[in-house]
């Protein structure tokens, strides 16, 4: 369970930082006393966003660079405690049309942040934040930790990858690592430009732009849904925990519900708006999982996280915030 008061005076070291999890995290663990540091790269059209430490902006160290630059992170990583490894291309179309920029960041600068931190800081605990989209179509569900992983994306093939290379740091080299597979996360600061990272964000935008709600295909597929302040509780949980290292775990939700659904749950909660279903482009079709819901059992039973927030509430809150900063996110 989670000691709040053992991350006062923590220094604490988010990549990814300023995008829609890292953001979230940072304020609460400066909420929690920690001494923490953000790295983004601020890539356009990517999810990082100054916006969304305007309540810690003093209170945070930012350093702007790539943590594909390894003289960078060697820097970074030293006099840690914890690394969130939270940066990440998190685009799976994008992935598939330029799958080089997918590698270099979800694999290949994996290696180089655990190379640092095996050189300048081996004793600093590392949570990675991965992804179902590793598993693929389910076979079954509730898909638990020991379902194929057969991806059907680029990026799927190199968050793997990326996960791999911690478990190896951690085994091998004793650089204590932990991975989260999240599901669909949603919450204040999430990126909602465009569909091209998450459908939620663009629905969100539309419905307060007076827009339909575009739904692919019939709507039927189920999905599950982690409201952000969740996920950070279990990235808090496992990065306290000395059972983690080593250990991957599912996120999931108990109140999983299709498309169709979660959209009518947004206009009844927005007061208004509609949405429309429409035919699944290609290329979207091509990578889609279909039905998906994780078995967060393990995690459960194990370090005793659970989500808490149940949609109804999740969404109202993303909603205000929206509602409230949407010039800050167009
Ligand atoms: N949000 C979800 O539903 C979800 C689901 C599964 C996995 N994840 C994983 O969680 C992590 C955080 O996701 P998020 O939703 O906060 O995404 P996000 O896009 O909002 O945040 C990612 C951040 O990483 C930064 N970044 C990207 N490439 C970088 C680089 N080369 N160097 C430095 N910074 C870089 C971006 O600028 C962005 O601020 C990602 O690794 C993602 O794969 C998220």
Same mark, same amino acid.
């Given at each position: 369970?989670?000691?709040?008061?053992?991350?006062?005076? =923590?220094?604490?070291?988010?990549?990814?930082?300023?995008?829609?999890?890292?953001?979230?995290?940072?304020?609460?663990?400066?909420?929690?006393?920690?001494?923490?540091?953000?790295?983004?790269?601020?890539?356009?059209?990517?999810?990082?966003?100054?916006?969304?430490?305007?309540?810690?902006?003093?209170?945070?160290?930012?350093?702007?660079?790539?943590?594909?630059?390894?003289?960078?992170?060697?820097?970074?990583?030293?006099?840690?405690?914890?690394?969130?490894?939270?940066?990440?291309?998190?685009?799976?179309?994008?992935?598939?049309?330029?799958?080089?920029?997918?590698?270099?960041?979800?694999?290949?600068?994996?290696?180089?942040?655990?190379?640092?931190?095996?050189?300048?800081?081996?004793?600093? =605990?590392?949570?990675?934040?991965?992804?179902?989209?590793?598993?693929?179509?389910?076979?079954?569900?509730?898909?638990?930790?020991?379902?194929?992983?057969?991806?059907?994306?680029?990026?799927?093939?190199?968050?793997?990858?990326?996960?791999?290379?911690?478990?190896?740091?951690?085994?091998?080299?004793?650089?204590?690592?932990?991975?989260?597979?999240?599901?669909?996360?949603?919450?204040?600061?999430?990126?909602?430009?465009?569909?091209?990272?998450?459908?939620?964000?663009?629905?969100?935008?539309?419905?307060?732009?007076?827009?339909?709600?575009?739904?692919?295909?019939?709507?039927?597929?189920?999905?599950?849904?982690?409201?952000?302040?969740?996920?950070?509780?279990?990235?808090?949980?496992?990065?306290?925990?000395?059972?983690?290292?080593?250990?991957?775990?599912?996120?999931?939700?108990?109140?999983?519900?299709?498309?169709?659904?979660?959209?009518?749950?947004?206009?009844?909660?927005?007061?208004?708006?509609?949405?429309?279903?429409?035919?699944?482009?290609?290329?979207?079709?091509?990578?889609?999982?279909?039905?998906?819901?994780?078995?967060?059992?393990?995690?459960?039973?194990?370090?005793?996280?659970?989500?808490?927030?149940?949609?109804?509430?999740?969404?109202?809150?993303?909603?205000?915030?929206?509602?409230?900063?949407?010039?800050?996110?167009?």
């Amino acid at each position: 369970m989670l000691d709040s008061l053992s991350f006062n005076n =923590k220094k604490i070291l988010i990549t990814g930082g300023l995008g829609f999890i890292g953001s979230n995290l940072a304020i609460r663990l400066v909420e929690l006393g920690s001494q923490v540091t953000l790295v983004d790269s601020l890539i356009p059209k990517y999810g990082g966003n100054l916006w969304n430490i305007e309540p810690i902006k003093d209170k945070v160290r930012v350093n702007i660079s790539d943590v594909r630059d390894i003289h960078s992170m060697r820097y970074l990583v030293q006099g840690q405690d914890i690394l969130f490894n939270l940066a990440g291309q998190t685009s799976h179309i994008d992935s598939m049309e330029d799958p080089y920029t997918d590698l270099e960041i979800n694999a290949h600068a994996q290696l180089s942040i655990l190379e640092a931190c095996r050189h300048y800081n081996p004793d600093l =605990k590392v949570v990675f934040a991965s992804t179902r989209q590793i598993y693929g179509r389910p076979e079954y569900l509730p898909v638990n930790e020991a379902h194929p992983q057969k991806p059907v994306d680029v990026n799927g093939i190199n968050k793997m990858a990326g996960e791999h290379y911690h478990l190896v740091y951690n085994d091998v080299y004793n650089i204590r690592s932990c991975i989260l597979r999240l599901t669909n996360s949603y919450g204040p600061r999430m990126r909602i430009v465009d569909a091209r990272q998450t459908f939620l964000g663009i629905w969100i935008r539309n419905l307060i732009e007076g827009k339909p709600i575009k739904i692919f295909g019939d709507g039927n597929q189920i999905r599950d849904f982690n409201y952000v302040d969740d996920v950070i509780d279990a990235m808090l949980v496992v990065s306290q925990d000395e059972r983690s290292n080593g250990k991957v775990y599912n996120l999931g939700a108990s109140d999983k519900l299709n498309l169709t659904d979660a959209a009518q749950l947004l206009v009844t909660l927005y007061n208004g708006g509609e949405y429309e279903h429409v035919s699944f482009p290609k290329d979207r079709k091509a990578i889609d999982i279909g039905d998906y819901w994780g078995d967060y059992s393990l995690i459960e039973n194990t370090l005793g996280w659970s989500p808490k927030t149940l949609l109804q509430e999740g969404f109202r809150k993303t909603l205000d915030y929206f509602i409230e900063n949407i010039e800050h996110y167009r």
